[in-house]
């Protein structure tokens, strides 16, 4: 199946903001609600609704960091599968478009990746697309980064 990164629009935020995790997944990442909202308050942050097909599989969120002093670097800092579509590649398929849609905007030196040190799925996704595991946060987060 076809997996696409699209925009959130007026005519897909509400299926976006139905998506739902596990109750144990729940603090692994900001609500999808959240993350539009921010967005829309901040142009260096760009949201995505994953699709396969033409079904609504998930929710991703990337950042230009320039604006916070960190040039040629991004962030991907959420990425979710609704709870009735995971474990099916969706979330690997999405990061790696997304990863390429970021690359593409050209002399991109850093991307960063963070998660919860106890969401084992998470790093090893994470790792088996690059990222390598630099230190835990302020916040208790994992960061990893992709050198390009």
């Given at each position: 199946m076809e997996i696409q990164l699209k925009a959130v629009t007026r005519h897909?935020?509400?299926?976006?903001?139905?998506?739902?995790?596990?109750?144990?997944?729940?603090?692994y990442v900001a609500s999808n609600s959240y993350s539009i909202a921010q967005a829309s308050f901040y142009p260096h942050m760009h949201t995505r609704a994953i699709y396969a097909g033409e079904q609504l599989v998930g929710f991703l969120m990337y950042v230009d960091l320039a604006g916070e002093g960190y040039p040629a670097e991004f962030?991907?800092?959420?990425?979710?599968?609704d709870y009735h579509q995971q474990g099916k590649g969706y979330g690997r398929r999405a990061l790696q478009l997304a990863?390429?849609?970021?690359?593409?905007?050209g002399g991109v030196r850093k991307i960063w990746i963070s998660y919860k040190p106890d969401n084992a799925l998470a790093r090893d996704l994470y790792a088996s697309l690059g990222f390598v595991e630099t230190e835990i946060d302020e916040d208790g987060e994992m960061n990893a980064v992709l050198e390009q």
């Open positions: 897909n935020f509400d299926d976006v903001t139905d998506l739902r995790l596990l109750d144990h997944q729940c603090d962030g991907v800092w959420r990425l979710m599968v990863l390429a849609e970021i690359r593409a905007r």
